[in-house]
């Protein structure tokens, strides 16, 4: 598709279950980033990708939270053990290079842990 | 860790006001970008910024990247009601992203 897209678009799980969250970015963007957005906050920085490897992850709030990129295209974000803690919108962008360039938002994934 | 502090927090305008707000960093950023977000959505970026003391103008936007490349600001002329939104600032290379300013305008 032309834009980044996130799937799913919302996910009620139960404390304590595993979930995956997915991002196709814009083909050809080598630069996918994650974060998670609170009500009322601005979007917090968990982990950049630049290609395969995660060239920051120092936004993931602890070990529970994981991320992977295997083929540098689409992006998988995994959390074990959810807490409802967790609950936040989870947004996904990518853009074309490693200086910053423009990057482009998906929809997000709104995560509820009941 | 880097951190960017935005002004005001919040505003309320008359349709038509012309509208300022601001962007401010602890750390030096390569690039500055300005976005908008709608209830419900991802943020729409609005605006970029490469170098530092750039003036970029979309339409009736108009961004400034500060000489120290540690602020910026994002001016909106004559607001209509679909300015409506959050805006926030980010910074790059990671795209760390501001706190935010509310905009609300009323006919």
């Known amino acids: 598709g032309a834009g980044v897209s996130q799937t799913p678009s919302n996910k009620v799980t139960e404390k304590g279950k595993y979930v995956e969250l997915r991002c196709d970015p814009i083909?050809?963007?080598?630069?996918l980033y994650w974060y998670r957005q609170s009500l009322g906050q601005g979007p917090e920085f968990l982990i950049y990708?630049?290609?395969?490897?995660?060239?920051?992850d120092s936004g993931l709030p602890n070990d529970r939270f994981f991320a992977v990129r295997p083929e540098g295209s689409v992006s998988t974000l995994k959390i074990q053990r959810t807490e409802r803690g967790d609950s936040a919108v989870y947004l996904c962008a990518s853009s074309l290079g490693e200086s910053g360039t423009e990057a482009f938002f998906g929809q997000g994934t709104r995560l509820t842990v009941v | 860790g880097q951190q960017l502090n935005q002004s005001p927090q919040s505003m309320f305008i008359q349709e038509g006001e012309d509208v300022s707000m601001n962007c401010t960093s602890s750390?030096?950023?390569?690039?500055w970008l300005w976005y908008k977000q709608d209830p419900g959505e991802g943020p729409v970026l609005l605006i970029a910024?490469?170098?530092?003391?750039e003036l970029t103008s979309n339409g009736r936007l108009t961004a400034q990247f500060g000489i120290t490349r540690k602020d910026s600001f994002l001016n909106i002329s004559a607001s209509i009601p679909s300015d409506v939104g959050i805006y926030f600032c980010a910074g790059t290379d990671k795209l760390i992203f501001g706190t935010g300013t509310r905009l609300q305008v009323f006919p």
């Open positions: 083909s050809g963007h080598t630069a």
């Open positions: 990708f630049q290609g395969t490897g995660a060239a920051d």
């Open positions: 750390s030096i950023f390569n690039t």
């Open positions: 910024l490469y170098k530092a003391g």
